[in-house]
Structures are given as structure tokens and as C-alpha cells.
Nanobody
Framework: EVQLVESGGGLVQPGGSLRLSCVVS????????LAWFRQVPGKERDGIAS????????YYADSVRGRFTISRDNSGNTVYLIMNNLKPEDTAMYYC??????????????????WGQGTQVTVS
């Protein structure tokens, strides 16, 4: 069974930083893409960053490029989202997602098979 478990959300002041973590288990060691999405109530879930599990390419949405950084540990079992210079408009539920091949670009929710339960980030 594939599981993704996010942590690290919370309340932060504008200009502050947070680091989100997502522990991935049960995902076969084939080419995979790991990503972060976010969603506010009443709006679509938006992709903000992605990384290939086994190699370097990273992709970002324009809204976070230069402020957020996605990375993974050497095992590829934990993916991080480092968020700097947070703004009130970054307030959302943040979700970790995975798919079983390499995706060029962040993609849409339809591109991903596996999802975590989400972690809330509030910037206020």
C-alpha cells in the first residue's frame, strides 16, 4: 500500500518560513514524480512544485518560483518543500502527491495517483 504522510504545516507570519515534509512508503522504486499541491476552499487544487524521485529535475509554478524549494532525501522516501517569504495568499491546505513515472512539469491533479491527507499552512 502506498502512503504519503505530510507534516510541518502551521501558522506563520508574513515573511516567515516553513518546511513541509512528506514521507513516502510503499511506492515501487521505478521512475516516480513527487509533487506538492495546494488548495483553498472553493478553488481548484494547484500544483506548485515537483521533483523526479531518482534524479535532479525540479519544476515550479510561477507563483512560488524563487520563494519555494522542493527537494528530497537521498533515499527518495522523503520530499520537502521549503517555503520562504511566505505571503497571506500562500494560505492553503498543502498536499503531497506521487505518480509512477517521470513527469515534465508540475502537472495537474489528474496526473497523480497517490495523495497524502494534507497539512494546513496559514500565513497571518
Amino acid at each position: 500500500e502506498v502512503q504519503l504522510v505530510e507534516s510541518g504545516g502551521g501558522l506563520v507570519q508574513p515573511g516567515g518560513s516553513l518546511r513541509l515534509s512528506c514521507v513516502v512508503s510503499g511506492l515501487p522504486a521505478t521512475p516516480n514524480t513527487l509533487a506538492w499541491f495546494r488548495q483553498v476552499p472553493g478553488k481548484e487544487r494547484d500544483g506548485i512544485a515537483s521533483i523526479w524521485r531518482a534524479s535532479a529535475p525540479t519544476y515550479y509554478a510561477d507563483s512560488v518560483r524563487g520563494r519555494f524549494t522542493i527537494s528530497r532525501d537521498n533515499s527518495g522516501n522523503t520530499v520537502y518543500l521549503i517555503m520562504n517569504n511566505l505571503k497571506p495568499e500562500d494560505t492553503a491546505m498543502y498536499y503531497c502527491a506521487a505518480r509512477r513515472d517521470n513527469l515534465v512539469g508540475v502537472g495537474t491533479p489528474a496526473h497523480y495517483t497517490y495523495w497524502g491527507q494534507g497539512t494546513q499552512v496559514t500565513v497571518s
